[in-house]
């Protein structure tokens, strides 16, 4: 191995080392050159720094840096305004947020570090000189359980890429498609079900969950099918049209051609409340959708900020997912169990306000005497929330 490679492995290394703890235990003691160009690396480099990085985020613990041209007087991170908040029960707004930076050597390098309280949300950049810079960035910060990360005492279950799958019901769009089933497991038993939408994300971070929840016995043997929306021969994403719809076909799509695959190759329970439709935003009024029309089928709905809006608006411009408060009112009660999640700080545009739209879906299901169950926070339109709350939440859907 040459010396110049050599090097360079050794400062990856060394970048990939620090963290925001060890970051302010530094600036604390004070930053050697050495420490300096690691900390550059660890941020993404001078390029990235110019134009201020994005937070290193460990669990609560945050590190931001920047580099700003030499006498610069003042640098700090501000949040912004947070008039837009909508008030979530049990939730407190946003409070104000700015620190400042400290100089780290010669170079302009400016860094600092702050903890954040669990589920604090804003919008922030940052300021040199009294002027703000770039555009606003969102911050959200959770404490992660144990049942994110992998553990070596603990057997990893199998996921596997499927062949693609040309939807018939969506005329030929194809779905990338994976399957995950856990350590140990026994093809004669009967399986518990699991399907989460928008699987190009989710395949990627939800089996350790299922790894760490099956292996502990707060879950019985699940298999989880993940699978992404269809996409059109030159590439186009057929993503709203399956989700956000109000009609059977995603439904259709599941039940008639995924699933007939899935049953062919696994006993699956045919109980609708050992059978769960997950997915996030558009994914997540999905998953109401397909347990809506068919709680025969599917009695558990795990929905994390639900897109509840007139995205799906129609001719008549008020088709969409907006009229399900409405409909859970009006329509005879079926028999399903959801959870919702949704942040003050998710969006706000033409389609509609999606923090009001989660609360008067909670309010519908409340007055209508569903069983849910809402977890609320100060987050904007990301999964991070979801994924802080995921093993609850399915401790919570499969619970007796």
Not at 151 to 179: C, I, M
Not at 291 to 300: I, M, N, T
Request: proline share 6%.
């Amino acid at each position: 191995m040459n010396l110049f490679l050599l090097l360079t492995m050794f400062s990856i290394q060394s970048a990939e080392s620090w963290t925001p703890v060890k970051l302010q235990e530094a600036l604390k003691r004070g930053i050697t050159n050495t420490q300096e160009t690691e900390i550059q690396q660890w941020f993404g480099g001078d390029e990235r720094l110019k134009r201020g990085s994005d937070p290193k985020v460990d669990d609560l613990k945050v590190a931001w840096a920047i580099r700003v041209p030499e006498g610069t007087k003042t640098v700090s991170v501000k949040s912004e305004d947070a008039s837009n908040f909508v008030d979530m029960p049990g939730v407190q707004r946003p409070k104000p947020f700015d620190i400042e930076l400290r100089k780290i050597g010669t170079q302009g390098l400016y860094a600092g570090t702050s903890t954040l309280n669990e589920g604090e949300s804003f919008r922030w950049r940052y300021v040199v000189d009294m002027k703000p810079v770039g555009n606003p960035r969102d911050i959200e910060c959770y404490t992660m359980p144990p049942e994110s990360k992998s553990d070596p005492s603990v057997s990893a279950g199998s996921l596997e890429a499927q062949p693609q799958l040309e939807s018939k019901v969506f005329g030929g769009t194809r779905h990338d498609w994976w399957v995950y089933t856990p350590s140990g497991f026994d093809a004669s038993k009967e399986s518990n079900l699991v399907i989460f939408q928008d699987g190009q994300w989710s395949h990627n971070y939800v089996p350790v969950y299922f790894d760490h929840l099956i292996a502990k016995g707060e879950l019985p043997q699940t298999v989880v099918v993940f699978v992404t929306p269809g996409t059109f021969p030159d590439g186009k994403s057929d993503r709203s049209r399956e989700y956000d719809t109000l009609n059977d076909s995603y439904t259709r799509f599941l039940l008639e051609e995924l699933l007939r695959i899935v049953q062919a190759k696994f006993k699956i329970t045919e109980n609708p409340m050992k059978r769960c439709v997950a997915g996030l935003s558009s994914g997540g009024i999905c998953a109401f959708t397909v347990a809506w029309q068919r709680p025969d089928k599917f009695g558990l709905v795990l929905s994390w900020i639900g897109s509840f809006a007139n995205i799906a608006s129609g001719d008549s411009s008020r088709e969409g997912g907006h009229n399900y408060p409405a409909l859970i009112r009006k329509s005879p009660k079926r028999s399903i169990r959801v959870f919702l999640q949704d942040g003050g700080n998710d969006l706000d545009n033409a389609h509609g306000n999606w923090p009001l739209s989660n609360l008067a879906m909670a309010k519908a299901l409340e007055f209508s005497k569903y069983e849910f169950r809402s977890v609320w926070g100060q987050g904007f339109h990301s999964d991070k929330q979801g994924r802080a709350t995921l093993a609850d939440s399915l401790r919570w859907l499969f619970s007796p």
